[in-house]
């Protein structure tokens, strides 16, 4: 059964969503100090239907990608994070590295700058400068980091910059979360006015109907088969008393999930396609230009609900 207008504006008073939910936009930095290392990570998030972790981090680290996935994935369920790590030497351990030259690396830039020469009749040659320049020739010994000893510093500076971004896309969920009770309790009130004309529908065509068949001096008395027959299947045509159910049901469940405290980004979502999609059939059915009114006034509040909940994790 549909609550009347005044039992709505009731309940849109006394709800107050209690709990934060989160978006899927927020940024975070995280930074600490490890064997003498210094590990800086940020993060940053951005909309995106499923989970999705882009991993930018030093050559010398990289079996640790899928760790940092991990640990990323642990504490998202929806939106793209790019996480970018990079390392350096804290001041006591910066100059104290010893130069390595990869001397076969060398000599294999050498050759084949050689081969190149010899295949195309060039006359080539390479420099000591050049091969300060080739990638891998020169290296520090100690900007080398092994893995494993690295993941406890690195795996701290994630979960800080982590909590950062976290903190920053439940801030900006409260503002969504808050904007959608708003938009749902207007969505409530075109429903709950509808639901008061429904009943004129029926009584409306039967005025219209009758008033025709004066004009075409076609009287017929208020309780012929005929006329009563006809504005049966009308008004079977035109009820729209399982599409308010429906409505009022999708809505009751729409403010279970804003304070639920799981994330409900997809819930909410499939939620307002389905408002809209009743409310276009109420549309379609009611015949009536006063209901057709708040059809539209209600589908212009779902569809910025349905914007909205795109950035709902």
């Not at 994935?73 to 790019?82: E, F, T």
């Not at 993941?151 to 801030?171: F, N, Y």
């Not at 009308?234 to 799981?262: G, M, N, P, W, Y």
């Not at 276009?280 to 349905?306: C, D, F, L, Y």
């Amino acid at each position: 059964m549909i609550s009347s207008t005044n039992d709505l504006r009731c309940q849109n008073a006394i709800f107050a969503p209690t709990f934060a939910m989160r978006s899927m936009t927020g940024f975070g930095r995280g930074e600490t100090v490890e064997a003498g290392i210094a590990y800086q990570i940020e993060v940053g998030s951005v909309n995106r239907k499923q989970a999705d972790v882009a991993v930018g981090i030093p050559r010398e680290l990289a079996s640790l990608e899928m760790r940092v996935r991990k640990a990323v994935l642990a504490r998202i369920s929806r939106g793209r994070v790019s996480a970018t790590i990079k390392t350096e030497p804290v001041e006591d351990r910066a100059g104290s590295g010893m130069l390595e030259i990869n001397q076969p690396l060398a000599q294999a830039y050498i050759d084949g700058l050689q081969e190149i020469g010899s295949a195309s009749g060039m006359e080539l040659s390479i420099s000591a400068g050049d091969l300060l320049r080739a990638p891998g020739v020169f290296e520090i010994s100690d900007s080398r980091i092994e893995p494993d000893a690295a993941w406890t510093g690195i795996e701290t500076a994630i979960h800080a910059g982590l909590d950062q971004m976290i903190a920053m896309r439940e801030s900006e969920g409260e503002h969504l979360q808050s904007d959608l009770a708003a938009r749902i309790s207007q969505v409530e009130n075109a429903m709950g006015a509808i639901a008061e004309l429904a009943p004129e529908v029926t009584k409306h065509h039967h005025r219209q109907l009758s008033g025709r068949l004066e004009q075409a001096g076609l009287s017929l008395p208020l309780d012929d088969d005929r006329l009563l027959k006809e504005i049966g299947l009308f008004a079977e045509r035109c009820d729209i008393s399982e599409e308010l159910t429906r409505l009022q049901s999708h809505i009751v469940k729409f403010r279970e999930f804003l304070t639920s405290d799981e994330p409900t980004g997809r819930s909410l979502d499939f939620l307002s396609q389905e408002l809209f999609r009743e409310f276009n059939t109420i549309g379609a059915k009611a015949n009536s230009a006063t209901i057709a009114q708040h059809v539209v006034s209600g589908k212009t509040e779902v569809e910025k609900i349905r914007e909205q909940v795109q950035n709902v994790e």
